[in-house]
């Protein structure tokens, strides 16, 4: 079965400064995607970033990008110029390349402050 | 609306009773998705269907948990003789079909007395 560890229960960030979440998973596969989603107050959960295991190409949207590691199995979410409204629980998940389930981490959640 | 719907918002029941959890997909999505997040917790997957059928029932924690789902739209989670133990958040996706990405809904907050 598939682990995924996000080792930081709580992060903090000052606006407008970067903050990286981690994110290492455990797997026997070769094909497989990774995804980080946002969950506000509000339960939603909200996806964030994508990204297929045999890009080498790290996905980035916006102000949000990722350095997936294959090797270390280390996919870590990088926030720049960060905003009020990114606070959130985030959640970085593991989906297999033959699968259908996403196996999800424990989350983290993130403070943001003036 | 566009997006994933559940109903009810929020539920809260007696122990013992029956509940009834309902989702409704993004149209035209194939697949959809069952899970549960107990309280700071992570998502725990529960079941998916392909269409109208469900392969894979393994995740569901008990024979207390059955989900049905009609053609490819709506679907149904019900518990029965519920237990504390199942107060949790209990959310729905739906992608366009098998691997491609899921879109949540904004769950069910399921509070067993």
């Known amino acids: 079965a598939q682990t995924v560890t996000q080792s930081q229960p709580e992060m903090s960030v000052q606006e407008a400064e970067t903050v990286t979440l981690s994110c290492t998973y455990d797997?026997?596969?070769?094909?497989?995607?990774l995804f980080w989603y946002k969950q506000p107050p509000s339960r939603q959960m909200i996806l964030v970033i994508r990204?297929?295991?045999?890009?080498?190409q790290n996905a980035t949207e916006n102000r949000f990008s990722v350095n997936f590691q294959k090797a270390a199995k280390s996919f870590s979410l990088k926030i720049s110029d960060s905003q009020l409204g990114d606070a959130a629980m985030y959640f970085c998940?593991?989906?297999?390349?033959?699968?259908?389930?996403?196996?999800f981490g424990k989350g983290t959640s993130l403070l943001v402050t003036p | 609306g566009a997006g994933v719907s559940q109903s009810p918002s929020n539920k809260v029941t007696e122990k013992g009773k029956d509940v009834e959890l309902r989702c409704d997909p993004i149209?035209?999505?194939?697949?959809l998705y069952w899970y549960r997040q107990r309280l700071g917790q992570g998502l725990e997957f529960l079941i998916y269907?392909?269409?109208?059928?469900?392969?894979?029932k393994s995740g569901l924690p008990s024979d207390r948990f059955s989900a049905e789902r009609t053609g490819e739209s709506v679907s149904t989670l019900t518990i029965q003789r519920t237990q504390q133990e199942d107060s949790a958040v209990y959310l729905c996706?739906?992608?366009?079909?098998?691997?491609?990405?899921?879109?949540f809904g904004p769950g069910t907050r399921l509070l067993v007395l």
């Open positions: 149209s035209g999505h194939t697949a």
């Open positions: 998940a593991y989906e297999g390349g033959s699968g259908y389930a996403l196996n």
């Open positions: 990204q297929e295991a045999y890009k080498q």
């Open positions: 269907f392909q269409g109208n059928s469900a392969p894979d």
């Open positions: 996706a739906s992608s366009l079909s098998l691997s491609e990405t899921q879109y």
């Open positions: 797997t026997s596969e070769s094909d497989y995607y």
